[in-house]
């Protein structure tokens, strides 16, 4: 319950590929149960635009148009930060990586490693050079060329469901879509949000805990979806130099003001590792990031130490 006597109305629902829960604390419970049914039914208009797997949507389209295409003003702003992020990183932020990441399957049911020449096809024209946006239109370098906003469509969808309770009159809500967090206000009551990140090879253990409000928290790990092989694990982040999974980091946490880039910026640093990763960060002043490099060891960004207990 939140301060002063008030209700805290709490669903979730599967979407986007993952469990979303949304929170909203407030003294009017039927504004908060019809402000959260609608934050659910603007990430469900976003899923339907911004899938690949959803016939018709604007991502299937333009994956699959052999011409340059319209999009909707929403996937061309996602498009836009993703583009921008993609320049600024090298290219380890992605946005054209649909063929590679149908081949592996990871978020499928038959995940499998592919043979080295599909992967060298698959990498074959992508690259932050391989797709402008001319708004309304995105031109593609070529017609193979399969897009996937799998790195940041979430966050804003995220970004998207806050805006829609913060529009209602609710000052106090969490929506939290498989990890990716963005918070409204405090916890109800002059409280900050506590928020556990999880440690990345210990499923008992917290690698920290954070003490936030109005921001968001991403975090990107490589045991959110993996399989093994051979004692091997492969999971889902993949750097788009190699088309293998990311072996730089285990984990990467980016508090910032919107999940959007949270969602982006991790992805970027989970790939680049804390070398390159630092300095990419310091174009983004609002953002601050954990990482914890794949010998397990942690580096921060210069105010990460102000959200920890």
């Known amino acids: 319950m939140g301060g002063d006597g008030s209700s805290e109305v709490r669903r979730s629902r599967l979407l986007l590929g993952t469990v979303v829960e949304i929170t ?17 039914a603007e990430m469900e208009r976003i899923e339907q635009l911004m899938s690949p797997h959803i016939e018709g949507s604007d991502v299937a389209r333009l994956s699959k148009a052999e011409t340059p295409q319209p999009v909707s003003p929403e ?42 020449h599909s992967v060298e096809d698959a990498l074959r024209g992508i ?87 109005d921001v968001s928290v991403v975090t990107s790990g490589d ?24 072996t730089a980091c285990q984990s990467v946490t980016v508090v910032a003001p919107s999940a959007m880039l949270a969602d982006a910026l991790a992805t970027a640093l989970f790939v680049l590792g804390p070398e390159q990763g630092i ?8 953002a601050e990031a954990l990482i914890v490099d794949s010998s397990g060891k942690e580096h921060q960004s210069a105010n990460f130490a102000e959200y920890r207990l």
Do not use: C
Not at 33 to 40: K, L, Q
Not at 173 to 198: E, F, H, T, Y
Not at 279 to 286: C, D, H, K, S, T
């Open 223 to 246: 045991y959110e979806r993996y399989f093994e092989q051979e004692g091997r694990r492969y999971h889902h982040l993949f750097d788009p130099r190699t088309g293998y999974p990311a």
């Open 75 to 116: 996937t061309a702003t996602v498009l836009r930060l993703g583009l921008h992020l993609a320049a600024q990183s090298d290219g380890a932020f992605d946005l054209t990586l649909g063929r590679l990441k149908e081949l592996w399957g990871i978020e499928g049911e038959n995940p499998q490693v592919p043979d080295s």
């Open 127 to 213: 690259g932050p050079q391989a797709l402008r946006l001319e708004a309304p239109l995105v031109v593609k370098s070529s017609p193979e060329l399969q897009i996937d906003l799998g790195g940041i469509a979430k966050g804003y969808a995220i970004d998207r469901a806050i805006f829609l309770l913060a529009d209602a009159g609710i000052e106090f809500a969490s929506v939290n879509a498989g990890g990716d967090m963005r918070l409204l206000g405090d916890r109800g009551g002059k409280r900050p949000w506590r928020i556990g990140i999880q440690h990345p090879r210990d499923p008992q253990r917290l690698l920290t805990t954070l003490e936030v409000e």
């Open 24 to 40: 909203a604390l407030g003294p009017d419970r039927s504004l908060l149960e019809g402000a959260v049914s609608d934050a659910f």
């Open 279 to 286: 300095p990419l960060l310091q174009l983004y002043p609002e």
